[in-house]
């Protein structure tokens, strides 16, 4: 399972005008709704998670693209069109986008079980919620942008159904046959990218597995399901069972993960703690990921928690770890360490 790189800042520093869509014929701002009309319909649905008064590319990708009757016209032969926008109130506009919203803590749901990280995400999704497709801005304009889709589509839903067939193979087998079907899932699943078409349902089937594995076989299906990005409780505690102490670098994975998942200035409190936590046991496996680790806390606390003692202390353990030979962090760290 390939990794996405950490982020060491949130998408959440641009500030910019934009229209805020309202519910009408060709945007449902109601994901359940959505659904609803999908399947009374026999249609897919095409989910757009944006940040409508502080994300540029999301402005630019209404702007350039989704605005155009060229690329209405095509997408709603095939798919129900959903917005959810994820406003920051304290930014000019916020509070007036949050008013339009139906309901965001289910927003948020959906945010968090989509895995969605970054603005603009635009999903394809079955009225089952099944991922067909993920993508996001692309240049060339409408046309080319349903061309994409159209692709995405084709290739998702093939995906979609390698994927269940595997899935049922394991389920239908028995004995040496259920061993041979679980190795196929566990394979495919190590070589997908993160977010890949059917990712969810294979990981579900391994995660599922995680309590009666052999611990060779354990420790692997974590080690997947964290480059997967699920960090969720089953995944956490088998890490505590297996590498409480960070000896195979379980445990730092699992905190790189985590910090994956944060997706709000309310999280990062929570956030530093588990990097606290970590940091504590001092015991390093991968300096490169201590060191991402360290400059996300000294920047959050700097940035977003208005706590400078804390943004120096982490500064200075990024700059033990080497922070300080970095061109590109240098100029962060003395700023932090400066102020």
Not at 176 to 186: D, G, I, N, W, Y
Not at 211 to 233: F, N, Q, S, Y
Not at 288 to 300: G, M, S, T
Request: aromatic share 8%; hydrophobic share 45%.
């Amino acid at each position: 399972m390939k990794k996405l790189a950490l982020p060491i800042v949130l998408a959440l520093l641009l500030a910019v005008p934009a229209a805020v869509l309202a519910e009408g014929d060709d945007w449902i701002l109601d994901f359940d709704k959505a659904v609803e009309i999908a399947k009374k319909e026999k249609k897919l649905l095409l989910v757009d998670f944006s940040g409508s008064n502080w994300c540029g590319w999301c402005t630019r990708l209404h702007e350039d693209i989704f605005k155009f009757d060229s690329f209405l016209k095509a997408a709603k032969q095939d798919y129900v069109l959903v917005y959810l926008d994820f406003p920051q109130v304290e930014l000019p506009g916020g509070k007036e986008a949050m008013a339009k919203i139906p309901n965001f803590a289910r927003n948020e749901e959906l945010r968090d079980k989509y895995h969605i990280r970054g603005y603009p995400t635009v999903l394809l999704l079955t009225p089952e919620g099944e991922v067909i497709g993920r993508t996001g801005y692309r240049r060339g304009g409408p046309e080319n942008y349903v061309a994409h889709l159209k692709e995405l589509k084709e290739a998702g839903l093939k995906a979609l159904a390698e994927t269940k067939a595997l899935v049922k193979a394991y389920e239908d087998a028995k004995g040496e046959e259920r061993v041979r079907a679980f190795e196929e899932v566990l394979s495919k699943f190590e070589g997908m990218e993160r977010g890949a078409v059917g990712s969810e349902a294979l990981g579900a089937v391994i995660e599922g597995a995680l309590e009666g594995a052999k611990e060779d076989t354990r420790v692997r299906i974590v080690k997947a399901l964290l480059g997967a990005g699920r960090v969720d409780e089953t995944v956490k505690s088998a890490v505590m069972e297996i590498d409480p102490k960070n000896e195979q670098g379980l445990y730092e994975q699992w905190v790189e993960a985590y910090m994956g998942t944060i997706s709000s200035k309310e999280q990062l409190k929570d956030a530093v703690k588990v990097i606290e936590a970590y940091d504590a046991l001092g015991k390093v496996h991968d300096k490169q990921v201590a060191l991402r680790l360290c400059i996300n806390a000294a920047f959050w606390n700097h940035k977003f928690l208005n706590n400078p003692e804390a943004a120096k202390k982490w500064a200075l353990r990024a700059k033990e770890l080497g922070a300080a030979d970095n061109p590109r962090l240098k100029p962060l760290l003395d700023q932090i360490l400066g102020s």
